[in-house]
């Protein structure tokens, strides 16, 4: 033992400069093409996740931009009754799967590592690995557009009409193909998230001190666990159907086509939350900044968080309340569905009671978050409303439901996520993002938000139905589907501004020091951005706002290894110190593994074969990918 | 310095990847096959004539099927609808799913009039004898058409990705896009037409 230590170099044997070279040469990315694409490090493979995202965000707005244009006036032909379908059903498929989760997601793989203390996130390669998974499911979504072989049959693709029968061509197996793959890659994520909270956060970093966004994160993880296993099972069901002749959607011979609906939605959702309780978390912790004292109730918000979590798969009958339920059931899940306003509620109060005591000054993230608690009020209103069965009854698929779901969704999760891209910006680039512009995006984006969905509560009021590619002169939709377009054109140009800025503050932006905002969390104890190893030493937390209790220099844990990749393994309630642990070094196996992936899952849209014959091409990727080193794993 | 690299190749890696993508996606868009709903009238017109034998057995499809790049029998959604015209129109009373009853069977790789889409466009439109009605003045001619291509679909020995799956209905065989007649076809004892040949 006492010889293998004189071998080995510990960061207590070297000064600060030489410790950040060691740290350097042992964390840091290669060079190079293959260096890029072999990286695992969590902030490179979170900027790439996010910037994916973004662009994403922008395809879908530019559809529902198009739409919009389509709709501006009764009886446009701008657009085809089958591309209409094909583009409301990618601009929900492309904003649900392609971005909204992937970038929340992105979001708790950039920032948990460092606001847990730690070097990297639990399976680095896994990590990488659900990168590319999840460009690849992207590309194939897009792609099929392209070739206008785009899903049309709505983003939650009920059968019958996306079964065998109606849903000809290969559009819908491309919907839930792409399912599959931004699935794979959640579960990936969420599996990480998990392993990276419970085992490797800074000592003395018990569960009360954990900060309210990796709390968050670690629920959201466990809704992504539980939830997406049923839309696995749903999309998988529904190409088998498709493509060899299964039975589980055809009542016929003894299935069931409302199966379809239950398993849909119980993913569907959680998902919504698995959108939603990010952004809280993310308010819940920029919040405290801009008001410069700790958050009101960490207790009830912690709570809050659970409690929502596990309401929220108790809900998912509201969505199908007009196919001819049992009413006992409806009503139960009328209860249910009112009864997560309250922790939702107790949220909102916490912030409120923050904001109260504190000093608030108004920078550009809490102005979107005050623009959150605003929008995010009226859409939950609106959802109460819809969540009882007669009402629901009346508005169902109409405009009003399309303003309550972006109300909950725009309002509720891009809010808070501007207001964390324009607070995290200068951890990630270095640089801060511009206040001027900042303040033109959010109120283009705020005012051009509710010009363009609030009146649609009033065309939904009025009869008009979703989905719908025109409408006829005669009915009374017109003056107000304009005004909606041309709002629209507003919001859009908020978001312009959004990237305009994002762009040209990564390269021109003043720079940022390790903490611009005063923040009390453990991320912002690194530089901006922060180095491949994160921290120099492993911080020790004493409370839960370690920056503000100790603000010259953090207490730090000693003594792991410099010459290869280590970190603390620390227990799951105390965080006390158990082990030091190899993590991953870089390798090209996760994308080949991906890519291989991919192949299996594309080909197995035209035959069953695929999944014997692709499975050997992954079982190659992934013996490369665990190739033992000839080194000792364990040696803590 | 590798910091930076790591920075750069974060952003530069999704856009070397989003250009490729696009260049692909244009390349790609080429090739694509907008779905047809109505078949403008000079199209449908010219799809009428088929020049056929004096027999009326085989001959050449119109010009334009192959200008349009004969779509009737290999479009995912022509065929479908094929197959839905086949409930609509009662094929099933006389050919059953395929298997015959009053009229002959699709399944068991025997064409009485070839196996060309011509000669089956041209005996659903203009009819045969023993009791095959016409269709030509009941459906219009692209309709035929896709029926035609639809019918040969269930008699295919190899299956096509483009085929129709299963209706949402009680199954009696496996359906059209897993070659029914390839996993049905069974000679027997006795060949299925001794009159016409070998079989196949």
């Known amino acids: 033992m006492v010889e293998q230590r004189l071998s080995v170099i510990a960061d207590t044997d070297l000064d600060r400069a030489g410790l950040e070279r060691e740290l350097e040469k042992t964390w840091g990315a290669q060079p190079g093409f293959w260096g890029m694409i072999a990286t695992v490090d969590h902030k490179v493979i979170a900027r790439r996740y996010i910037v994916t995202a973004f662009v994403f965000l922008i395809l879908g707005g530019l559809l529902a931009l198009a739409m919009r244009l389509q709709l501006a006036q009764p009886e446009a032909r701008f657009i085809n009754p089958d591309r209409y379908n094909q583009i409301f059903t990618m601009h929900g498929s492309n904003m649900m799967f392609l971005f909204a989760v992937p970038v929340m997601e992105a979001m708790a793989v950039y920032l948990v590592p460092l606001m847990v203390g730690t070097r990297n996130i639990a399976f680095p390669r896994l990590n990488a690995f659900s990168y590319w998974v999840f460009l690849a499911g992207g590309i194939l979504l897009w792609l099929a557009f392209l070739l206008d072989a785009a899903p049309d049959v709505g983003w939650f693709a009920y059968v019958p009409l996306a079964g065998p029968e109606y849903g000809a061509g290969k559009r819908a197996d491309i919907w839930a193909q792409m399912i599959t793959f931004?699935?794979?890659?959640?579960?990936?994520?969420?599996?990480?998230?998990?392993?990276?909270?419970?085992?490797?956060?800074?000592?003395?970093?018990?569960?009360?001190?954990?900060?309210?966004?990796?709390?968050?994160?670690?629920?959201?993880?466990?809704?992504?666990?539980?939830?997406?296993?049923?839309?696995?099972?749903?999309?998988?069901?529904?190409?088998?159907?498709?493509?060899?002749?299964?039975q589980f959607y055809n009542p016929a011979e003894g299935g069931d086509a409302l199966l379809w609906q239950h398993v849909f939605w119980f993913f569907g959702h959680p998902e919504v939350y698995i959108i939603f309780l990010p952004a809280v978390g993310m308010v819940s912790t920029i919040l405290p900044t801009f008001v410069q004292r700790p958050v009101f109730g960490y207790l009830p918000l912690v709570m809050a968080?659970?409690?929502?979590?596990?309401?929220?798969?108790?809900?998912?009958?509201?969505?199908?309340?007009?196919?001819?339920?049992?009413?006992?059931?409806?009503?139960?899940?009328?209860?249910?569905?009112?009864?997560?306003?309250?922790?939702?509620?107790?949220q909102i109060?916490?912030?409120?009671?923050?904001?109260?005591?504190?000093?608030?000054?108004?920078?550009?993230?809490?102005?979107?978050?005050?623009?959150?608690?605003?929008?995010?009020?009226?859409g939950g209103l609106t959802g109460v409303m819809v969540a009882s069965v007669p009402f629901d009854?009346?508005?169902?698929?109409?405009?009003?439901?399309?303003?309550?779901?972006?109300?909950?969704?725009?309002?509720?999760?891009?809010?808070?996520?501007?207001?964390?891209?324009?607070?995290?910006?200068?951890?990630?680039?270095?640089?801060m993002m511009s206040?001027?512009?900042?303040?033109?995006?959010?109120?283009?984006?705020?005012?051009?938000?509710?010009?363009?969905?609030?009146?649609?509560?009033?065309?939904?009021?009025?009869?008009?139905?979703?989905?719908?590619?025109?409408?006829q002169p005669e009915l009374p939709w017109g003056g107000l589907n304009l005004f909606v377009s041309l709002s629209s054109v507003m919001l859009a140009a908020g978001f312009l501004v959004f990237f305009i800025d994002a762009v040209r503050s990564c390269v021109h932006?003043?720079?940022?020091?390790?903490?611009?905002?005063?923040?009390?969390?453990?991320?912002?104890?690194?530089?901006?951005?922060?180095?491949?190893?994160?921290?120099?030493?492993i911080p020790v937390v004493e409370d839960r706002n370690p920056l503000w209790s100790r603000p010259g220099e953090l207490t730090v844990a000693a003594g792991l290894r410099t010459d290869r990749r280590e970190l603390l393994v620390t227990s799951v309630v105390e965080a006390l110190p158990h082990a030091r642990e190899s993590s991953a070094p870089q390798s090209v196996w996760p994308f080949w593994a991906a890519i291989a992936t991919s192949i299996m899952l594309i080909w197995s849209m035209f035959s069953a074969w695929a999944v014997v014959w692709g499975s050997m091409p992954i079982a190659i990727a992934l013996i490369g990918w665990f190739w033992p080193k000839g080194a000792p794993e364990e040696e803590s | 310095?590798?910091?930076?690299?790591?920075?750069?190749?974060?952003?530069?890696?999704?856009?070397?990847?989003?250009?490729?993508?696009?260049?692909?996606?244009?390349?790609?868009?080429?090739?694509?096959?907008?779905?047809?709903?109505?078949?403008?009238?000079?199209?449908?017109?010219?799809?009428?004539?088929?020049?056929?034998?004096?027999?009326?057995?085989?001959?050449t499809p119109p010009d334009v099927y192959f200008a349009l790049g004969k779509p009737y029998e290999k479009t995912a959604y022509d065929l479908s609808q094929g197959k839905?015209?086949?409930?609509?129109?009662?094929?099933?009373?006389?050919?059953?799913?395929?298997?015959?009853?009053?009229?002959?069977?699709?399944?068991?790789?025997?064409?009485?009039y070839g196996p060309s889409m011509v000669s089956i466009a041209a005996s659903i439109r203009d009819g045969r004898p023993h009791g095959m009605p016409a269709f030509g003045s009941r459906i219009t001619i692209d309709e035929i058409w896709q029926l035609s291509g639809y019918v040969k679909t269930i008699g295919a020995y190899s299956a096509s990705v483009n085929a129709p799956a299963r209706n949402d209905d009680r199954q009696t065989r496996p359906a059209e896009n897993r070659a029914p007649a390839a996993s049905l076809f069974d000679e027997g004892p006795v060949p299925v037409h001794p009159d016409q040949g070998p079989s196949p």
């Open chain 1, 182 to 246: 931004t699935e794979l890659s959640a579960l990936a994520i969420a599996v990480e998230i998990v392993v990276t909270v419970f085992t490797q956060r800074a000592p003395g970093m018990s569960l009360d001190r954990i900060p309210l966004l990796v709390w968050a994160m670690l629920v959201m993880a466990f809704l992504v666990i539980m939830a997406m296993p049923a839309i696995m099972f749903a999309s998988s069901t529904l190409i088998m159907d498709r493509l060899v002749g299964t």
């Open chain 1, 435 to 471: 206040e001027i512009l900042g303040r033109w995006a959010f109120w283009l984006i705020f005012i051009g938000f509710h010009l363009t969905f609030f009146p649609m509560h009033i065309l939904g009021l009025q009869g008009m139905p979703r989905r719908i590619y025109t409408y």
């Open chain 1, 305 to 346: 968080l659970i409690a929502t979590g596990i309401l929220s798969f108790g809900l998912w009958v509201h969505h199908m309340f007009v196919v001819g339920l049992p009413r006992l059931g409806e009503s139960f899940f009328t209860a249910s569905s009112m009864a997560i306003a309250v922790p939702a509620g107790i």
């Open chain 1, 349 to 378: 109060f916490c912030w409120l009671a923050t904001l109260w005591a504190g000093r608030p000054v108004f920078k550009v993230p809490m102005l979107f978050i005050i623009g959150f608690i605003i929008t995010f009020v009226i």
């Open chain 1, 509 to 537: 932006g003043p720079k940022a020091g390790e903490n611009p905002w005063n923040a009390p969390t453990l991320e912002w104890a690194t530089s901006s951005p922060p180095p491949s190893y994160n921290f120099r030493s």
């Open chain 2, 84 to 112: 839905r015209l086949y409930t609509w129109f009662g094929c099933a009373e006389c050919h059953g799913e395929g298997e015959g009853g009053k009229g002959p069977s699709f399944l068991d790789g025997w064409w009485l």
């Open chain 1, 393 to 431: 009854t009346q508005v169902h698929d109409t405009y009003f439901v399309v303003a309550h779901f972006h109300y909950v969704l725009i309002g509720g999760a891009v809010y808070p996520l501007l207001a964390a891209i324009y607070y995290w910006f200068p951890k990630m680039t270095g640089r």
């Open chain 2, 1 to 59: 310095m590798s910091a930076s690299v790591s920075r750069n190749s974060s952003i530069m890696l999704p856009a070397i990847l989003l250009i490729l993508f696009a260049l692909t996606a244009a390349l790609i868009a080429y090739l694509r096959e907008p779905r047809q709903y109505r078949t403008d009238p000079p199209v449908s017109e010219a799809l009428e004539g088929m020049r056929l034998m004096p027999n009326g057995i085989a001959g």
